[in-house]
């Protein structure tokens, strides 16, 4: 079976200034433990470090809520890594956004469903004005509308947006 990181193997990208990585897999879709981490962990830290190597020097990647290296959930911990990861590639910026439960039409993007994020959304909207702007679920456009928005608002250094941060009004 290739390692998804085969297909960027010799990679090289156009010259750029900034770079967007907004990839990743869930465990069951990944199928194991270790097809997750060569997407999530892997092919993201290739990519970041292929536009590293082409001259990019800020960065905005989609991670996690809850991304610790040092967490005992395989999931966050994998995403924990892959950040400490493109933190040492020596970008002037760096910028992680961090949302909660993603909203989105995932079958148009020929996803399977998922029940469980399904009712998690409803209840989220039932419940809206009593949960903390950090945990209320997130349409992906305003994560990549916040995410861009960091990145060329001009911070240097390592800077972590949070789901609340990244909600409209």
């Given amino acids: 079976m290739a390692h998804v990181t ?13 770079v967007f990585i907004a990839l990743g897999t869930t465990i069951k879709t ?5 097809a997750f981490r060569a997407v999530d962990f892997d092919a993201v ?8 190597a082409a001259g990019a020097t800020r960065i905005g990647i989609v991670s996690a809520m809850g991304a610790d290296a040092r967490s005992t959930v395989f999931y966050n911990r994998v ?29 148009a ?3 399977s469903t998922r029940p469980g994020e399904k009712a998690a959304l409803v209840a989220m909207t039932l419940f809206k004005p009593l949960i ?6 997130i349409a992906a456009a ?15 250094g ?3 947006l949070l789901s609340g941060a990244m909600q409209p009004g």
């Avoid at 950040?83 to 970008?91: C, D, L, N, R």
């Fill in 79 to 107: 995403k924990g890594e892959m950040e400490e990861a493109v933190v040492q590639m020596g970008y002037e910026a760096v910028i992680f956004a961090r949302p909660s439960l993603l909203k989105g039409d995932r079958e």
């Fill in 142 to 156: 305003d994560v990549a509308n916040a995410l861009v928005s960091a990145v060329d608002s001009g911070p240097t």
């Fill in 6 to 18: 085969d297909s960027l193997s010799g990679f090289v990208p156009p010259a750029v200034n900034d």
């Fill in 109 to 111: 993007l020929a996803q």
């Fill in 132 to 137: 903390p702007a950090n945990y209320r679920a």
């Fill in 30 to 34: 990944a199928g194991s433990q270790q």
């Fill in 45 to 52: 830290v290739a990519l970041a470090q292929s536009a590293r």
């Fill in 158 to 160: 390592n800077h972590v």
